[in-house]
């Protein structure tokens, strides 16, 4: 039986010439029908391959094949091939192989159409049978990260540690954290990035099971690095919405160099220009460009220190206006126009990982998951893992991104050694349960009773499907989230100076 979650990651897509002349409303349409049909059809595309390691393996083993059916429920089409009925079912939570001769699975599969005088099979070709799938899966993630290793992985570095900004009240101010810092170790492990492959410190701080999440941090001007324990917050979100998780209250130094002034702007107004770099706001050095945007908000006077693509430097004086366009907005705020550039400290690369180390990743990421479900300080529970609505989300969003097919390829890798890690637990319904029946009759010498299978099957099915409604529901919440889209501020405008902006 395959059934596939994951603990679960938008760019817009570059289209060719001959699509930009249709209209946005037929092109919108059909990018969204195209990708949802992908994403279906490569989700299917893994779930048949598992069930089909079972299907082989049940043909191998002389076992009587009565099944072979994607999606549960009552089939919606069905057809009978050599004595298989084929079919797919209503209810898209994965597949399965409805084999009469392992154990009883007619609270999942329906009833069976079973021969007479159908012989019972070996506890070995039970365990074989089972064990397939699994590795059948564990196969095409080796596949799919063969195709990754030549094609690349597209991937942000982000390796800046340093603390840009802190927001005041936070957390992270009330413990000492200040712009400036850098960050070397969250609860005694050594960080080098602020985000990725869940090592940065962003997931650390999100994944920490302390009471205080501890720091070492290196000051500016101070020899030895610094220890402090910071509180955390928790945002708060819908009862539809899975639960946040940890946040203190920090952003990462970024680049402050202007890409562009708005025209009429208060920036323009104070001579500001592009390709100039902030270096201090009011008379402190300038870490991230959220200092400038949080403080602008206020609409009071920034003194900025401005150094310019010549070497020199000076300082002005900058007052946030709301733009003309904006000042009938509910959200409407003050800002100085200015666009950033993009960051030293941030990266688009493509990365090519070996097969092995993708496979090795995916199983390091699967037995962390695993670890924070059950460990008792942690914030990650069952509601953070996902079933196929939400897995199918990330995977819609990965293909309306720039090489997102790339990213799709690579979790697929992930997704494939979950599938198989997930399915080969020794738990009641599931392939590695088969297994565990499969070596208890070889220990005992004798099948399980089949009234007492009965009875874990099916406890095992409400639970199952419990869980499976449960997540679910929160992947469907977090998919039809409120979204404050119908706020947000179009472009700023500013009136045009009708003097000229002293150089």
């Known amino acids: 039986m395959a059934w596939m ?45 598992h069930e089909l390691g079972h299907f082989w393996a049940a043909r191998w083993r002389g076992l009587y094949i009565d099944r072979f059916q994607i999606w549960f429920g009552k089939p919606l089409w069905e057809k009978k091939i050599n004595g298989v009925r084929w079919g797919i079912g209503w209810i898209p939570a994965g597949g399965f192989v409805s084999l009469p001769q392992m154990a009883p699975m007619e609270a999942i599969e329906g009833e069976a159409d079973i021969p007479k005088n159908l012989k019972p099979i070996s506890a070995l070709d039970k365990i074989i049978v089972a064990a397939a799938g699994p590795l059948a899966s564990l196969l095409l993630a080796v596949v799919f990260a063969f195709a990754v290793w030549g094609v690349g992985k597209p991937a942000v570095e982000y390796k800046t540690t340093t603390i840009g900004y802190v927001m005041p009240g936070s957390p992270a101010a009330e413990a000492g954290l200040k712009p400036g810092d850098k960050i070397l170790e969250i609860d005694g492990q050594r960080v080098d990035r602020w985000v990725g492959d869940m090592e940065g410190v962003s997931e650390l701080i ?132 200015i666009q950033w550039g993009e960051s030293d400290e941030i990266r688009l690369i493509t990365q090519h990982p070996t097969p092995w180390a993708q496979i090795g990743q995916s199983l390091k990421w699967m037995g962390d998951t695993l670890k924070k479900l059950f460990a008792p300080h942690s914030d990650v529970s069952m509601e953070h893992l996902s079933g196929p ?22 979790f697929a890798v992930v997704l494939n050694v979950n599938l198989a890690v997930l399915n080969i637990l020794p738990l009641p319904v599931v392939d590695g ?56 501020l179009p472009p700023p405008t500013f009136a045009v100076l009708s003097t000229p902006v002293p150089a």
């Open 389 to 410: 609505v939400g897995i199918a989300s990330v995977f819609y969003d990965m293909f309306q991104a720039k090489n997102g097919w790339k990213l799709a390829l690579w």
């Open 5 to 49: 979650k994951l603990a679960p990651m938008r760019e817009i897509c570059n289209y060719s010439d001959t699509l930009e002349h249709m209209p946005n409303s037929i092109l919108s349409i059909l990018v969204t029908v195209g990708g949802i049909f992908v994403v279906v059809m490569l989700f299917n595309f893994m779930i048949f391959v």
């Open 206 to 337: 999100m994944l920490s099971e302390r009471e205080k999440v501890h720091f070492l941090v290196q000051r500016p001007g101070v020899d030895q690095p610094i220890e402090l324990e910071s509180g955390f917050e928790i945002p708060e979100t819908k009862w539809w919405q899975r639960k946040a998780m940890r946040k203190i209250g920090i952003a990462p130094a970024l680049s402050c160099q202007v890409a562009s002034v708005l025209q009429g702007s208060p920036a323009e107004r104070a001579g500001i220009k592009t390709g100039d770099v902030f270096v201090s706001l009011n008379g402190e050095k300038l870490w991230s460009p959220v200092a400038i945007e949080k403080q602008s908000v206020e609409g009071k006077p920034l003194l900025i220190g401005v150094q310019h693509p010549n070497g020199s430097s000076q300082q002005l004086e900058v007052t946030p206006l709301i733009p003309n366009n904006w000042t009938n907005h509910p959200n409407k705020r003050p800002i100085t126009g």
């Open 433 to 488: 349960g088969h297994v565990v029946l499969g070596i208890t009759e070889i220990i005992m010498r004798r099948p399980v009773s089949g009234k007492f299978l009965d009875i874990v099957q099916v406890g095992f099915v409400f639970l199952l499907m419990g869980f499976f409604i449960y997540v679910t529901f929160k992947d469907i919440g977090d998919l039809f989230a409120p979204s404050d889209s119908s706020q947000q």
